[in-house]
């Protein structure tokens, strides 16, 4: 009598059936797939005897299972990643989850993408563009004003200031007389053409000279003295009387030659006297 070849769990007999050898015991397929398969971590699902099994780290997939979670590739017979949730993922997905964010697009910045870093932030070249003109700035210069960035055109005409000569925006440099802007090339003396930032001047009627030239062209001649009154070191004090002018330390007695600047003064015959002389005369 030959020996009973019998399902190891339910006993119905194999001959001639197909069955399942697991852990050296034989089962049928309806046995197997009840108590001995293992259960696909995908769908949750047997998987049986027909079906070919995939595994990793104590974990198992139906062949058919085994997907890029990100872009449903099969991933039989290709590199993976285990990632959280026990959910598998292709070599492209992981590097794109992984890579940092545009911070235009928001999109992942692969690596050999060309793209402009500023303050720990990144963006796609051609993602990083002016707030204004929406223009690509990439690799070019830019300026940042809060959230924003301008490129250099369009930061002049927005931000900068305004020359009061040229109306054009001053991008460097420049100087400031009586709260207004100016490009150090047009603060000039209006006779020589000379650049007067750091320099003495003098201002005529929104006209500005230096002090050679001021001497020469426009300040009054002293009386006494002949000389320009200039306004300039020694003298600053000036002496007006009858559309003439002195400066402080010529306006003098004509015959004692007492200084006579604050002072109670004569006019005879076109001279000045001091109080006095005039009497001794």
């Known amino acids: 009598m030959s020996e009973r070849f019998d399902c190891h769990y339910c006993r119905d007999p194999l001959q001639g059936k197909k069955y399942v050898q697991k852990e050296g015991r034989h089962c049928c397929v309806k046995c197997f797939e009840k108590i001995c398969a293992n259960t696909c971590i995908e769908c949750k699902k047997p998987i049986g ?15 058919s299972c085994f997907r890029c979670f990100k872009c449903y590739t099969s991933l039989v017979n290709e590199p993976f990643m285990l990632r959280e949730n026990n959910k598998v993922w292709c070599s492209n997905c992981t590097a794109a989850e992984d890579a940092p964010r545009c911070k235009g697009c928001f999109k992942p910045i692969i690596a050999g993408d060309q793209n402009v870093e500023y303050k720990k932030m990144v963006w796609h070249k051609d993602c990083f563009t002016c707030s204004q003109c929406k223009k690509v700035i990439g690799s070019g210069s830019f300026f940042p004003k809060g959230d924003d960035f301008y490129c250099v055109s369009c930061h002049e005409h927005k931000f900068a200031k305004t020359c009061a000569k040229c109306k054009n925006p001053i991008t460097s440099g420049g100087l400031t007389y009586q709260e ?62 009858e559309d003439e002018s002195w400066h402080d330390y010529c306006f003098k007695c004509t015959k004692c030659a007492r200084g006579l600047a604050n002072k109670r003064f004569v006019c005879h015959n076109g001279k000045i006297y001091c109080a006095e002389c005039p009497k001794r005369l």
């Open 180 to 241: 207004q802007p100016w490009h150090s090339e047009c603060f000039i003396c209006s006779n020589c053409k000379k650049q007067l930032g750091g320099k003495r001047f003098t201002a005529v009627e929104d006209q500005f000279y230096c002090v050679d030239c001021y001497k020469e062209c426009v300040a009054k001649k002293c009386a006494g003295c002949k000389n320009p009154i200039t306004g300039f070191g020694r003298g600053t004090s000036v002496v007006n009387y």
């Open 49 to 63: 005897a027909d079906s070919k099994e995939l595994h990793f780290k104590n974990r198992y997939w139906h062949d």
